[in-house]
């Protein structure tokens, strides 16, 4: 520019300024609420984990109760009839009570081994469940993470007018993307003008 303007030149000026300043705005807002959405969805996702969570490990606990007591009802019916099997025994002779007392033990160590397979099963489930969860939470907090990348680039690069055509200034020193040359790269994580 030459440093002098008509009031013509003076008035596209203007104009082409309000249009440019209209336009950012616009895409300002728009990304705004890109932003906000992805917040919300991200803040739903979460809410919707933490549920499925808080589901499924109910869920689990009241299955393994119940396994627990299925197992424990078995043994118990089983022991019972053993020992009815025993009493009988016991009248006709009194040696067979040694062998008896092997069973019963051998027995209860069997229930107590099956409760905590149950168990161990259960937490295994429950902690593959919680880390599939977790690798789509982080997926989707990267993905929020990229487009605050991009409004923060936004702020690093200046809009002008030149010859009252709108053209952006971007700071010295800037990388260029090698796979495209009329991209720049922008450090975001470079100090702040």
């Excluded at 440019?20 to 890109?34: G, K, S, V």
């Excluded at 118990?76 to 009815?84: G, K, M, Q, S, V």
């Excluded at 008896?100 to 469940?129: D, K, V």
Aim: with cysteine; hydrophobic share 45%.
């Amino acid at each position: 520019m030459d440093g002098t303007m008509d009031r013509s030149q003076m008035e596209d000026f203007i104009a082409n300024a309000a249009l440019l300043a209209a336009h950012l705005t616009q895409q300002c807002e728009r990304a705004a609420a890109e932003q906000r959405d992805a917040a919300g969805a991200l803040h739903g996702a979460a809410m919707d984990v933490e549920q499925r969570l808080a589901a499924g490990r109910e869920a689990l606990l009241h299955a393994t109760g119940a396994a627990v007591r299925d197992a424990l009802t078995r043994q118990l019916d089983a022991t019972i009839t053993r020992t009815d099997a025993a009493a009988t025994r016991l009248e006709r002779a009194t040696e067979s009570l040694g062998n008896l007392h092997a069973g019963l033990h051998t027995g209860a160590r069997l229930l107590g081994g099956g409760a905590l397979l149950a168990l161990a099963l259960a937490g295994a489930g429950i902690i593959g469940a919680t880390a599939h969860l977790a690798r789509l939470n982080l997926e989707r907090a990267e993905r929020a993470s990229v487009r605050a990348d991009v409004l923060e680039a936004l702020q690093r690069v200046a809009i002008a007018s030149c010859d009252s055509r709108p053209c952006i200034k971007l700071e010295a020193g800037l990388q260029r993307w090698p796979s495209n040359e009329d991209y720049v790269l922008v450090d975001t994580q470079g100090s702040t003008r």
